[in-house]
């Protein structure tokens, strides 16, 4: 509807350069500009060669996006970015870019945590969240169980990974089977063709004494390491199907098991499962037939949105937008372990809301509007 908030999400914790724009929980457009392929010949994200790329791509990505959802950039209602957590480099640059649009464009700037954002962006695909929100997140730099009475101001930490991502195992077995980066789609295709009870691979932090919602996959990891090393020592084939199938059994067996007992522990019906990891099949059709088993509706957004987007971070500003929440100050830091209980970053200090080009006024940092005026307006507003 046309009342409601039309925002634009900038998201870059890593190395992906996402831009999307929504329309209260109408997903206008979701550009993304990947950096991916530049990484594989590393086996793994660089840093300093995101931050790059994320330069380079994003006027094009915010002009891209503007143009598929068919609105000005004067239209919009606010601006929404990741403040973290993510790479410092990376999000620095998606922070500044939101930074220089709210304070042209004369916008409310709103600084949003990644892994809210993540859930968030279910509202995309089957509607308003229910409250409390229970959410399994998983991802190459997170493995976490979240319960959100509130997605805009109250998400709470139930478990997370003590050492290794789920993501980040794919990446390293992926890497010791010869599999290439990134690892999750390559094992996932795999593992299609093996025998996930091929191979016991041990399920972490499953005893009667461990924490009942921390996730370990560091251990995991280095049994397959040497399961393979052993075959290849002794001159035998390794089945890679089959390793692959039965590592990947081991991870989402885990982690669909603390997330249906989460729900019951706490009382809720439903369970939410985001990020990148949340795009795996085997993941997918377990947490199926577990929720299904013990009466919990499971929300899974489609693959494209599970993945880093901005229109999981445009999700998120249009529900504080819509909720009343305050906008961030034009002195947003970017903060590389932002904690998930902030879900929003106000800023360092209290400033008057962005002003127009052409005011007299600073943005807030102590600097005059002259600096502004050295981006090119046709740029800017696409």
């Not at 957004?301 to 971070?313: F, W």
Request: aromatic share 4%; charged share 20%.
């Amino acid at each position: 509807m046309a009342d409601e908030p039309l925002v634009l999400g900038i998201e870059t914790s890593c190395d992906e350069t996402g831009v999307g724009i929504v329309r209260g929980h109408t997903l206008l457009a979701d550009a993304i500009a990947s950096s991916v392929d530049e990484h594989a010949r590393y086996g793994g994200v660089v840093p300093e060669v995101a931050s790059r790329a994320h330069l380079e791509a994003m006027v094009p990505t915010i002009q891209r996006a503007l143009k598929q959802a068919g609105v000005s950039a004067r239209d919009l209602d606010g601006i929404a970015v990741t403040a973290g957590p993510g790479l410092a480099g990376a999000l620095l640059v998606g922070v500044s870019a939101a930074k220089a649009y709210a304070y042209a464009l004369g916008k409310p700037l709103y600084g949003v945590n990644h892994l809210a954002s993540h859930i968030c962006v279910d509202q995309l695909e089957h509607g308003a969240l229910p409250e409390p929100t229970m959410a399994l997140l998983v991802s190459g730099g997170h493995s976490s169980l979240l319960l959100a009475p509130d997605i805009t101001s109250d998400v709470r930490p139930l478990g997370a990974t003590i050492d290794d991502a789920a993501g980040e195992a794919f990446d390293k077995v992926a890497r010791v089977l010869g599999l290439g980066f990134p690892g999750g789609p390559v094992i996932d295709r795999y593992a299609r063709e093996g025998d996930p009870a091929a191979i016991a691979f041990p399920r972490g932090l499953s005893g009667g004494r461990d924490p009942l919602y921390d996730f370990s996959f560091s251990g995991l990891k280095t049994a397959v390491a040497r399961w393979v090393e052993a075959r290849r020592r002794d001159g035998q084939d390794v089945p890679v199907a089959d390793v692959a199938a039965s590592f990947q059994e081991a991870v989402v067996d885990v982690l669909t098991r603390k997330a249906v007992r989460a729900c019951r522990d706490n009382g809720v019906d439903h369970l939410m499962i985001g990020g990148g990891v949340a795009a795996n099949s085997r993941l997918r059709a377990l947490a199926e037939q577990r929720c299904t088993d013990a009466g919990i509706r499971l929300r899974v957004p489609r693959p494209g949105l599970c993945t880093d987007n901005g229109a999981m971070v445009a999700a998120l500003g249009a529900e504080m937008v819509a909720r009343g929440r305050a906008a961030s100050t034009l002195d947003l830091p970017a903060d590389s372990s932002l904690p998930v209980t902030d879900v929003s970053v106000p800023g360092y200090a209290q400033h008057p809301a962005p002003v127009p080009v052409g005011t007299d006024h600073g943005n807030g940092n102590g600097h005059g509007h002259d600096h502004v005026h050295e981006v090119s307006k046709d740029n800017l507003y696409g």
